[in-house]
């Protein structure tokens, strides 16, 4: 039948209609700055103050054995003129992101999440694990730390003429770096229960430098990477279609998705979350916790995945011990909050979260024994408390409520028991252990 015509017709006698392939746009090219910059201070530089334990480098004060501890705040001088314009904490180790778009950092150097050489100059190296007891000094508490932990200095080896960084994060054993034309540099490893998991796939167990990662597992070829934020041992990446990847420990349900333990390494690379919702998700912007995640999305809904057992997730009221979710679930928010236009921004620990609004309202989460939420017992309502089954006290607060209070944040953090919120007058309110 050669150099027959035929006309092409479907099953009721019409003709059918020729499909014609629609291209993708980017989503995220102009929302995901605004969530991106909330902590970049892009006018004065910061003054950077810290406080706490030190005993492993994590404050930068330097060396000196008697700045272990400081309680209350203090300047670090260290960081005085580097015109610091973003600051980000990780376990152990800190990093900071200068108008210079250079990159300090300092504390604990075990798994090369400084990304420099920490050993080969030093005054005072770490002490050797294996060595026999009656090498151990009796003072050691009280001894210097190391030097080029202790005191902030430049990350080495990232690219010099790449355009502007325009976001860092830090996990436990990691430190990950974001430019404006989407390259990703990351450097450290993941742990995970059982110890070290691995850097990438099984080619990689520490990354001991500064190191591209490579975008081949984007699934649009003409996506950037635009957002990324840090929990304790897993990573989420946003590209500007508004698809969202996870990468690292999944042990707590992560990264959104199951793996056998077998599996890990074949795994260990960022992998897109899959959505279980009748319409098309395209995220808008990503918040993390130590071992749970948030996303809002372009169609006004809250996810979270992750660790739940005391309701951080915010998902669901009824709660089991050991709870993880693995499938984004929609957060329990109330009838008059808008996830995409009234969330300014999401913060959280390991048993708690916290939602600041744009009027300055903050919505609370999740543990309560341990005063992570801010709210007294009598703050609580009854149907939205969790009792424990044995001494019949509020365990957790599972759906977000709001802290009954007249004063209007601007910023909240918080560390993985306790929490932090500034105001538009200067002032820091602090809560939990």
Same mark, same amino acid.
């Given at each position: 039948?050669?150099?027959?015509?035929?006309?092409?017709?479907?099953?009721?006698?019409?003709?059918?209609?020729?499909? @014609?392939? @629609?291209?993708?746009?980017?989503?995220?090219?102009?929302?995901?700055?605004?969530?991106? *910059?909330?902590?970049? *201070?892009?006018?004065?530089? +910061?003054?950077?103050? @810290?406080?706490? *334990?030190?005993?492993?480098?994590?404050?930068?004060?330097?060396?000196?054995?008697?700045?272990?501890?400081?309680?209350?705040?203090?300047?670090?001088?260290?960081?005085?003129?580097?015109?610091?314009?973003?600051?980000?904490?990780?376990?152990?180790?800190?990093?900071?992101?200068?108008?210079?778009?250079?990159?300090?950092?300092?504390?604990?150097?075990?798994?090369?999440?400084?990304?420099?050489?920490?050993?080969?100059?030093?005054? =005072?190296?770490?002490? &050797?694990?294996?060595?026999?007891?009656?090498?151990?000094?009796?003072?050691?508490?009280?001894?210097?730390?190391?030097?080029?932990? %202790?005191?902030?200095?430049?990350?080495?080896?990232?690219?010099?003429?790449?355009?502007?960084?325009?976001?860092?994060?830090?996990?436990?054993?990691? *430190?990950? !770096?974001?430019?404006?034309?989407?390259?990703?540099?990351?450097?450290?490893?993941?742990?995970?229960?059982?110890?070290?998991?691995?850097?990438?796939? $099984?080619?990689?167990?520490?990354?001991?430098?500064?190191?591209? +990662?490579?975008?081949?597992?984007?699934?649009?070829?003409?996506?950037?990477?635009?957002?990324?934020?840090?929990?304790?041992?897993?990573? +989420?990446?946003?590209?500007?279609? #508004?698809?969202?990847?996870?990468?690292?420990?999944?042990? /707590?349900? /992560? =990264?959104?998705?199951?793996?056998?333990?077998?599996?890990?390494?074949?795994?260990?690379?960022?992998?897109?979350?899959?959505?279980? %919702?009748?319409?098309?998700?395209?995220?808008?912007?990503?918040?993390?916790?130590?071992?749970?995640?948030?996303?809002?999305?372009?169609?006004?809904?809250?996810?979270?995945?992750?660790?739940?057992?005391?309701?951080?997730? #915010?998902?669901?009221? $009824?709660?089991?011990?050991?709870?993880?979710?693995?499938?984004?679930?929609?957060?329990?928010?109330?009838?008059?909050?808008?996830? %995409?236009? $009234?969330?300014? =921004?999401?913060?959280?620990?390991?048993?708690? %979260?916290?939602?600041?609004?744009?009027?300055?309202?903050?919505?609370?989460?999740?543990?309560? $024994?341990?005063?992570?939420?801010?709210?007294?017992?009598?703050? !609580?309502?009854?149907?939205?408390?969790?009792?424990?089954?044995?001494?019949?006290?509020?365990?957790?607060?599972?759906?977000?409520?709001?802290?009954?209070? &007249?004063?209007?944040f601007n910023n909240v953090a918080a560390g993985s028991h306790h929490s932090l919120a500034t105001t538009n007058k200067g002032l820091l309110y602090t809560w939990g252990f």
């Open positions: 039948m050669a150099g027959v015509k035929r006309n092409l017709t479907s099953a009721n006698g019409l003709p059918k209609t020729k499909k @014609t392939k @629609t291209i993708a746009t980017p989503i995220n090219e102009n929302e995901i700055p605004y969530y991106r *910059s909330i902590n970049l *201070s892009q006018e004065n530089p +910061l003054k950077v103050y @810290t406080f706490g *334990s030190g005993s492993m480098c994590e404050l930068g004060y330097g060396p000196l054995a008697k700045n272990k501890e400081i309680k209350r705040p203090r300047l670090n001088v260290y960081l005085e003129n580097l015109k610091v314009k973003s600051l980000v904490a990780g376990g152990m180790h800190s990093l900071v992101l200068t108008n210079d778009n250079e990159i300090y950092s300092w504390g604990t150097n075990d798994m090369y999440v400084l990304g420099r050489d920490t050993v080969t100059n030093a005054k =005072l190296s770490l002490k &050797d694990a294996n060595a026999p007891a009656a090498e151990e000094s009796e003072d050691d508490d009280d001894g210097d730390l190391n030097d080029l932990e %202790s005191t902030p200095a430049k990350v080495e080896n990232l690219p010099e003429n790449n355009g502007e960084i325009v976001q860092i994060g830090a996990t436990d054993n990691l *430190s990950i !770096v974001l430019y404006e034309n989407g390259d990703v540099y990351a450097w450290g490893t993941f742990r995970n229960n059982e110890g070290v998991l691995g850097f990438y796939k $099984d080619e990689i167990k520490i990354q001991q430098k500064p190191w591209k +990662l490579p975008l081949t597992f984007l699934k649009n070829k003409q996506a950037k990477i635009v957002q990324i934020a840090t929990g304790k041992d897993h990573i +989420l990446l946003l590209d500007s279609f #508004g698809v969202l990847y996870a990468w690292g420990t999944y042990q /707590q349900g /992560q =990264l959104a998705r199951k793996i056998m333990d077998h599996h890990a390494l074949a795994n260990l690379y960022p992998q897109p979350i899959i959505f279980k %919702s009748r319409t098309r998700v395209q995220v808008k912007a990503v918040f993390t916790g130590e071992n749970h995640s948030f996303a809002i999305t372009h169609n006004n809904d809250l996810f979270a995945w992750g660790l739940n057992q005391f309701g951080q997730c #915010g998902t669901n009221k $009824d709660l089991e011990d050991g709870g993880l979710i693995y499938t984004p679930k929609k957060v329990l928010l109330p009838n008059d909050v808008n996830p %995409s236009s $009234d969330i300014k =921004l999401i913060a959280a620990g390991e048993h708690h %979260s916290l939602i600041l609004l744009n009027n300055g309202k903050i919505l609370t989460f999740g543990r309560r $024994d341990m005063f992570e939420i801010g709210l007294t017992t009598e703050q !609580v309502l009854e149907e939205n408390a969790y009792l424990d089954p044995i001494t019949k006290k509020i365990r957790s607060v599972p759906v977000p409520t709001f802290i009954p209070c &007249d004063v209007v």
